[in-house]
């Protein structure tokens, strides 16, 4: 099982990034969907949290300016963000709770830069 992020980059403060993490290889379900960060000489924290029927949480610095959604028949989750500020700017990783059929297990995306210029 691998969970691929893509689309980070570079973007100006104010501008908008969507990220997209797929999940793919040998999948019976996936549970919990997970968006994290890392800052430079940060801990990795928290950023939303998504559950497969839809439920979702924010972290406080994110409420209002990020969305996070997903596909169950793509196994892909999604974090929408807007009115970026250079505070956002970390490599996003992904991760999710995914049942391969025997077992549960929590994966990791490799993570994408984002970097929000001021």
């Known amino acids: 099982v691998q969970l691929q992020a893509s689309g980070g980059g570079l973007v100006q403060a104010g501008g908008s990034l969507r990220l997209s993490c797929a999940a793919a290889?040998?999948?019976?379900?996936?549970?919990?969907m997970n968006w994290y960060r890392q800052a430079p000489g940060k801990q990795r924290e928290v950023v939303a949290r998504i559950s497969r029927s839809g439920s979702d949480v924010y972290a406080d610095s994110v409420k209002g300016r990020f969305t996070i959604s997903r596909d169950n028949a793509k196994n892909t989750a999604y974090l929408q963000m807007s009115t970026l500020n250079p505070e956002d700017t970390a490599v996003y990783y992904c991760n999710a709770d995914i049942y391969t059929g025997g077992r549960w297990g929590d994966y990791w995306g490799q993570g994408t830069l984002v970097t929000v210029s001021s």
């Open positions: 290889g040998n999948i019976v379900s996936v549970n919990g």
